[in-house]
């Protein structure tokens, strides 16, 4: 029994070396090395340590792993004997330990040391509830006995880092090691993400200059009441708590806001403590709920069904053409196909990848904030260079998304009408249903029952299930395509957005296309005076409101929001470049495959549009610098113009390439054959995009050193993204692709002719 005498006393002996390495590095401690037999040297320790090797189930070497493996080497010589005490211990710890009793007075004291160097946090501090007090005394009592389940909470509480002026201020503790303790009296851990605000005084430089390190030179701007869900709370400092059960998040908050306003007291610092209630976590043991039964079945009956299709066709069994639809084999060659439609506009699918790769880049990014990391001072001293305009300028991405919209509406509109002399709203109307509501209906039944259940972490709860609890409540306004109308934070999949702007103005087009195909010239002079109101009133509301579409160094987040929620996310702000479509998909019906332009034209073409282009995407780029100051003309200019300049290079080379005046090599590379599958790849991409982003940033466990090329281009991400993007595609969007044209074939199709008397003779048998 001696063993269990020498294991409290590693106990405290590692758990000094270990906490303090990392709680007070850089200061002068006298480790107390109590009664053991023989001290352990320091080249033993490090040889335990070496024991954790990478790659292991968990990547923490948590306190109490530590204990147990000094302890079978302190005690090699009779490790039976050893196993049998720690198995003992592990056993007993759901209740007390089951040693304290015979070593009562070696571990008391070595305990009182041992919590005097990192003292632990107290879940009964300031006015808590009486079960809180309670379960609050029980954890304290047994923390104090060395008991392994209060070990565990105090091990996965974080503590003060090393690196704090690198930006290291977001400490996640250990997720796993808190929601997986049960200690006795029914007290289970909590885990719980409590937002920590810090001030400084004003008037001390000195204090502010740490505090800018701290912040990592303030990249966003942030306090605990901005919403977190969608755009990341940079300025406020993440930290865990692992809390008994018995502790509500408000008895978290009192008790942790009471601990710092006790240490800060008469200092230069003070300290806003926030517990939000969906932050506080613990293990699940509650069954799935009904309605994720259901989706999860649904999802697994439509795979079935595919899959049965496909092998009905592909061994020529007979099916119905509905059933044929889904058809995993024909999907999938539909997919792959790179042949060309006759009406085919080749540049538009190059130009679609291009703008779509880049909106993939910058919306990484800024799922990159959300994560903690060890150098994020230096990360954001990086993105402060020119170049990063390629992350900070998203909005322009998804601006040529619109201007292919109303290109390739007006194109195919002035061909039906070419072709018919009229346009049947109703059948376009629905087949714009078709398209788009069978892929975003099953994008939300999985983010919103599915996803919530098949991943944990510290900020799960924050970036998945309150997206699902939004969803839940509001997910009507995006089958009717208006959920961009009621705010940025209350939208169901925030960046569906695109699809209700997208939709709103698809239903306009009909007039705009009728206006300027039956009165050209009247038309066009609507058209113009629309695109011009539009910048106008994006450099007005941009202006007078002081938003920034750009996201400069320092911007808040309630400025992103309202940025979005202003101006962004109206259709009427997203106008000129759908109007700047509109005309070019006009052009092109007009004018014929063969028609040439003078070469002078063509160059002062290239010139002006390049110029636009780059003046679009690097004029900005100041507005990225460290010490930018913000200036409501910079931000209105660029709201206003940006869009026209980066499509200006867009129009130029379709309209060149579509007209044969240009075979050069921009030209060809935009209408590569291979670009096909990734617009038939593309809507589902754009969904489900931040569904992976968020996935990851929920998982994420603890902070990691950043490269920021290496972590902006994830392999593995962007095949995760390919993936689900090809799976969304082959289960829903193609076959209701198929059905659309059944259903259309069916409407197209002409009445048979019966003669008279065959009729009378159908009428008579009918009679009969």
Request: glycine share 6%; proline share 4%; net charge positive.
């Amino acid at each position: 029994m001696r063993a269990c005498s020498g294991l409290s006393r590693l106990a405290l002996l590692l758990g000094i070396c270990c906490l303090v390495g990392k709680s007070l590095a850089g200061q002068s401690v006298d480790v107390i090395r109590g009664n053991l037999g023989s001290s352990i040297q320091e080249e033993e320790i490090l040889r335990v340590l070496s024991q954790n090797k990478t790659g292991a189930a968990s990547e923490n070497f948590t306190l109490v792993e530590l204990i147990g493996a000094v302890a079978r080497r302190y005690n090699d010589s009779a490790s039976p004997v050893t196993e049998e005490i720690l198995n003992h211990w592990t056993i007993g710890s759901r209740t007390t330990n089951p040693y304290y009793d015979v070593y009562r007075e070696d571990i008391d004291q070595e305990a009182r040391k041992f919590l005097q160097i990192v003292p632990p946090f107290e879940p009964s501090a300031g006015e808590v509830s009486p079960e809180c007090k309670k379960h609050a005394d029980l954890y304290k009592r047994e923390l104090n006995k060395f008991t392994l389940w209060a070990l565990k909470m105090y091990d996965a509480t974080a503590k003060m880092p090393s690196g704090l002026l690198s930006g290291n201020v977001n400490q996640l503790g250990d997720y796993d090691e808190c929601v997986g303790v049960e200690g006795s009296e029914g007290l289970r851990g909590q885990y719980c993400l409590a937002y920590l605000q810090l001030e400084v005084d004003g008037s001390r430089p000195d204090l502010q200059h740490l505090h800018r390190l701290l912040h990592s030179h303030y990249a966003f701007r942030s306090n605990v009441s901005d919403p977190g869900h969608r755009v990341p709370r940079f300025g406020t400092v993440n930290w865990a708590v692992c809390a008994p059960s018995g502790c509500s998040p408000r008895d978290v908050e009192a008790s942790l806001r009471h601990t710092l306003d006790k240490h800060t007291e008469e200092t230069g610092l003070k300290i806003s403590v926030k517990v939000e209630p969906e932050m506080c976590q613990m293990r699940r043991t509650e069954p799935l709920p009904r309605e994720t039964i259901v989706v999860g079945l649904f999802f697994i009956g439509v795979l079935l069904l595919s899959i049965a299709t496909g092998l009905c066709e592909h061994y020529d069994v007979p099916l119905s053409p509905v059933l044929s639809a889904f058809s995993l084999k024909k999907n999938v060659l539909k997919l792959v196909s790179l042949e060309r439609s006759e009406s085919d506009i080749a540049t538009l699918h190059g130009i679609r990848a291009f703008n779509a790769f880049m909106l993939l880049l910058s919306h990484k990014s800024l799922a990159l904030f959300f994560n903690p990391y060890v150098n994020r001072t230096e990360m954001t001293e990086y993105i402060g260079k020119p170049w990063t305009v390629i992350g900070r300028a998203a909005s322009l991405y998804t601006d040529p998304f619109i201007m292919l919209s109303g290109l390739l509406t007006t194109y195919s509109f002035i061909g039906r009408l070419n072709k018919s002399g009229k346009l049947d709203v109703k059948n376009e109307y629905i087949s714009r249903l078709f398209r788009l509501v069978p892929t975003l209906g099953a994008l939300i039944l999985f983010c919103t029952y599915v996803m919530p259940f098949i991943g944990s972490g510290p900020q799960w709860n924050l970036v998945v299930t309150q997206h699902a609890d939004i969803c839940k409540r509001t997910w009507w306004r995006n089958f009717l395509f208006i959920h961009n109308y009621f705010g940025f934070e209350n939208m169901c999949l925030t960046h569906t957005h695109h699809v209700g702007i997208d939709t709103q103005l698809f239903a306009l087009s009909p007039l705009m296309v009728l206006a300027i195909y039956k009165k050209p010239k009247i038309g066009a002079a609507v058209l113009a005076f629309a695109a011009v109101f539009s910048t106008a009133l994006r450099y007005y509301v941009t202006y007078y409101y002081r938003l920034n579409n750009y996201i400069f160094f320092g911007t808040s987040i309630r400025q992103l929001f309202d940025t979005a929620n202003f101006s962004y996310i109206l259709p009427s702000h997203r106008l000129t470049v759908y109007i700047l479509g509109v005309g070019v998909g006009y052009l092109l019906r007009k004018l014929p495959k063969n028609y040439k332009i003078n070469d002078t034209l063509i160059r002062v073409g290239w010139f002006l549009s390049i110029l636009m282009f780059m003046g679009a995407f690097f004029g900005p780029a100041g507005m990225g610098d460290i010490d930018y100051v913000y200036n409501p003309v910079h931000a209105a200019t660029y709201n206003a113009f940006a869009p026209i300049g980066w499509c200006a290079v867009f129009i130029w080379v379709t309209f060149l390439a579509h007209t044969g005046n240009t075979d050069g090599w921009l030209s060809r590379f935009f209408a590569w054959k291979g670009f096909l599958i990734t617009t038939r790849l593309s809507y589902a991409v754009y969904l489900t995009q931040f569904p992976v982003f968020f996935f990851n940033v929920g998982q994420t466990r603890s902070a990691e050193y950043i490269g920021f090329i290496r972590m902006m281009l994830n392999f593995k991400e962007l095949v995760w993204i390919l993936g689900t993007s090809a799976v969304l595609t082959l289960l829903f969007e193609t076959p209701f692709q198929n059905l659309k044209n059944i259903y259309f074939k069916r409407q197209s199709a002409p009445a048979t002719k019966i003669s008279p008397t065959v009729e009378k003779t159908i009428v008579d048998k009918k009679v009969e």
